[in-house]
């Protein structure tokens, strides 16, 4: 001890104590054992900090001690230097700066700095640029999450770039949604590049970034997975090899819930076949509010239904996009009217208890006359407790308590009014933004039940919800059916039919479904007449699949289907859908099924499926054949999109649909080439011109004048485009930009957003980067994107899901009454007003008028209008449509109009009568005129629209 010594030297000792400062060495040991460093980095860091700072404080500590001691034996030449001042002085003297300000005035204390210098300032010229070279390294977005506002937060991962992250932004973080108080942290492998971090900082209340890995638990704990709201995982859409970023994509969920496996994830993926291996995931669970976007399946089904409802795609992508719309008087009429279309959301709210026990039907109009909203859909909670289901436009269904109803609106704002009405005091309120919170009491109390229960738009509402549709189980209620509530058909007749009265007979069958009902007397459900014969269902030969849900034919070879140039101009194909499909033979599967399941949904009747021809290389579509070997109605033509020759011998100018697809994987060096196979085959089409003598339609005698009420003389009564510019056609394209180059004759300039180009507005492109707004929707509300698929694929299922997962393509099945009810759900049409009992609003009448009448007189629900962009009668004026999203309700409408419903099933008739004069007709819908064709290489001509001629064979399902 110190004093010790003093006493032996009779005079003051400071001591050696400054040696514990070599303690510090063992610091680095001791943070690794309590588990704090683990990164090689952290460790060696901590190691040569430890290392210089015990050096430097202990050689200070010698000093202190030589200096203020003296020379021995007499120790008469110290100096007082504090301990703090020999360590600055030692740093001085390190950094070789040498103020002069202090100096060594003993031998002892000269000779140990020479000795001190060798040692010191080899270590500072080693140590401090590897200790700076290490802190320099550290990952700028290291660190952790930390949540201090106790705000919620979501993951995105998988592709980050400045183009995903600021798309996504830019929808997640809309002024028009309600409420987003969600921080979004980004975790990626990669720093984010100077762009980037421009986006990050002026968003940086709001969103955080970190580096790492998604497959690294530890990454996962820094961004704080377990306690996110959700987890969303981002898909390269330009991806080389689309198969290998699934597998990635899907690896990276596998990662997260192995991590957390209550945690939800929605995650976006490149094919539809890689969904199957989702469902191999123990802790993947659609009730939780897990999800999977597939950019193919829904690419296709929207093209699908544009080849039913031409501008129908951009309809349903404008509505899950948020946008605000701005109209300007220097605008044209045309754009301030789809500019407003474009601002309209899909919303969900509860209604109020003054639409407890009214129909949907009645509570549509409701909405629509007096809160100015369109409801389209409800969620049918099941009587047992089980799992919910979403009806479209259902027929017959009362609308119990506490429903959950989904609105078509400008804002979350609006959407409230269906909430805030009652009856009682908001009756005679004119203005319906007057519709707010009232004191009634018999409202508060439901009001106060419900919001304990309920967050509506949040995240986190339906985790205990099923929010994907289920099949009516034998024996449930009457409304349980797959995507409509179903009721007996012969209770909803008076609803569909405009005459009671029993139709001629066409081919010696009825055609009423009350003489089919007295025929077999033991059908419950909407049965087809060419079904009702005999009916037995050991005996009735297959010819849905098994859920009932699409139609079914034994698979065929695709020789059977395949058409020679020659095979093809003898056929004559009319009202088909022509698909221009750019492909090489090793090519990555698109999953071109997911194009034409939805085009033979059950809730067809046969005559009416649209026949479709594939034009491309042969040796593709092989690949793709197992997928469709099942679908009835398939023509392939072994040839090039681009040769007018193979387009002339398919009728593409009396197709109503040409589709044009490519396959082929982007190129490195310049992806902005990728559409340029489907741009020149689009306006090849363009270029082309037609004999006008052809088309079968002339050739019927009562065609001209047999139009059923609402059919389309547009197109029943046409020849066929004279030119090709009238060729109802879709594009498909990879890169957004692309979209300039497809209408030489539009004013768009280069750097238009996609939504705004006249192509797009007028439904004839489609590019799937608008997909990506179904994130942020089927994140804030899941039941959204379970509406969005069932009106787009035609009612694809779990259950068919599961049964496609198997990789044996659909499965027919025997149809029994549950599988037919599920025939008995809405679909999406087109309905002109030129003629038909509709046509009397066409003459300037109003929106509200005919919404109104075609809702009560045929159940079917109005959502919006396709009108011709040059409204004036002049020779030169363009032919094209642009889409009008739900328009107000007192827009003028004009005969050349064509009305975008959601229309009821009709149960009986296969092959209707005209109204009146007893010729044959079409269908009420614009999808209803088919094919007139047979086997390949005989041509079919005659007999009604829609009709195969000699005595009611039907074609050839080939």
Known sequence: PPSFVSIYLNRTWIGLRFLRALRLMTVPDILQYLNILK???????????????????????????????????????????????????????????????????TALGRGFQVLFLLVGLAMFASCIPEIIDLIGTRPKYGGCY??????????????????????????????????????????????????????????????????????????????????????????????????????????????????????????????????????????????????????AELK?????????????????????????????????????????????????????????????????????????????????????GGDSKISINPRGAKIPANTVGFFIAQSAEEVKRAWFYCKACHEDVKDENQIKKCKCKNLATFRKGVRAIQLVGRASEHKDDDNLLATTKPGGPAQSSMVNATKPANNVKKNVSVKEEPKPNMNGRPTNKAAVQQKSAKMEVGIADDQAKDFDFEKTEMKYDSTGMFHWTPARAIEDCILDRNQAAMTVLNGHVVVCLFADPDSPLIGLRNLVMPLRASNFHYHE???????????????????????????????????????????????????????????????????????????????????????????????????????????????????????????????????????????????????????????????????????????????????????????????????????????????????????DRCRVGQISLFEGPLASFGEGGKYIDLFVAALRNYGMLCIGLYRFRDTANAFDASSKRYVITNPPTDFNLLPSDQVFVLMQFDPGMEYRPDWGDGKGGERLLR???????GPPGHSVVGGPPGHPAGGGKKPDSS
């Open 300 to 384: 296709l089904g929207f093209i699908a239904q544009s080849c039913l409802a031409p501008g129908f795609s951009t309809m349903m992508a404008n509505l899950f996009a948020m946008r605000s719309f701005k109209t300007s008087p220097d605008m044209a009429a045309w754009q301030n009217d789809y500019l407003q279309g474009t601002g309209c959301e899909m919303y969900t709210e509860t209604l109020s208890p003054t639409f407890t026990g009214m129909s949907f039907s009645q509570a549509s109009e409701l909405c629509f006359v007096k809160l100015k909203l369109l409801l389209l859909a409800i969620e049918v909670k099941s009587d047992d």
């Open 609 to 823: 499926l649209k026949h479709v021809v594939i034009v491309g290389s042969v040796d593709y579509i092989r690949r793709e054949w197992k997928t469709l070997q099942n679908l009835p109605k398939i023509s392939v033509l072994n040839g090039s999109p681009l040769s007018r020759a193979d387009l002339r011998a398919v009728n593409v100018n009396l197709c109503d649909m040409c589709v044009i697809l490519s396959a082929k994987v982007p190129s490195n060096d310049d992806p902005t080439l990728a559409d340029k196979e489907a741009i020149l085959a689009s306006l090849n089409i363009k270029a082309m011109t037609f004999d006008d003598t052809i088309g079968v339609l002339s050739q019927n005698n009562g065609a001209s004048d047999s139009l059923s009420p609402l059919g389309s003389p547009i197109v029943l009564q046409r020849k066929g485009s004279v030119y090709g510019a009238n060729v109802p056609m879709i594009t498909e394209l990879v890169n957004d930009s692309n979209v300039q180059f497809l209408d030489q004759d539009d004013d768009d300039d280069p750097d238009t957003e996609l939504y705004l180009t006249q192509p797009f507005a007028c439904g004839t492109a489609f590019a799937v980067s608008v997909l990506d707004s179904l994130m942020s929707t089927t994140y804030f509300n899941q039941n959204a994107l379970t509406l969005i698929r069932s009106l787009i694929t035609g009612g694809a299922t779990p259950e068919l899901e599961l049964i496609l997962a198997e990789g044996a393509g659909l499965r027919g099945g025997y149809s029994t009454p549950e599988t037919l009810s599920n025939r």
């Open 927 to 933: 999808a209803g005129h088919s094919v007139v064709g």
């Open 146 to 295: 930390k949540n201090e506002r106790g705000r919620r937060h979501i993951v995105v991962c998988g592709h980050i770039t400045y183009e995903s992250v600021s798309h996504f932004l830019k929808d997640f973080l809309h002024e028009d949604r309600e409420d987003v108080d969600v921080e979004v942290v980004f975790l990626h492998r990669a720093e984010p590049d100077l762009e980037f971090e421009g986006l990050l900082k002026r968003q940086h209340t709001r969103v955080k970034y970190f580096q790492g890995s998604l497959m690294n638990a530890m990454d996962l704990e820094r961004a704080k997975v377990h306690e996110a709201d959700a987890c969303l995982v981002l898909a390269n859409k330009y991806c080389q090899d689309p198969d290998a970023e699934d597998a990635a994509n899907i690896m990276r969920v596998i990662s997260i819930k192995n991590y957390s496996d209550d945690i939800r994830v929605i995650i976006q993926l490149m094919q539809y076949h890689n969904k199957a291996y989702l469902l191999n995931i123990p802790s993947w669970d659609w009730k939780q509010g897990d999800d999977v976007i597939c950019l």
């Open 39 to 105: 990164t090689s980095t952290s460790i060696r860091l901590a190691q040569l900090i430890s290392i210089f700072i015990s050096v430097w404080l202990t050689a200070a500590g010698i000093i202190h001690l030589l200096e203020n001691s003296g020379d021995p034996p007499y120790f008469k030449n110290s100096q007082v230097v504090s301990y703090w001042n020999c360590v600055y002085f030692l740093m001085v003297t390190m950094s070789t700066v040498g103020y002069g300000d202090i100096a060594c005035v």
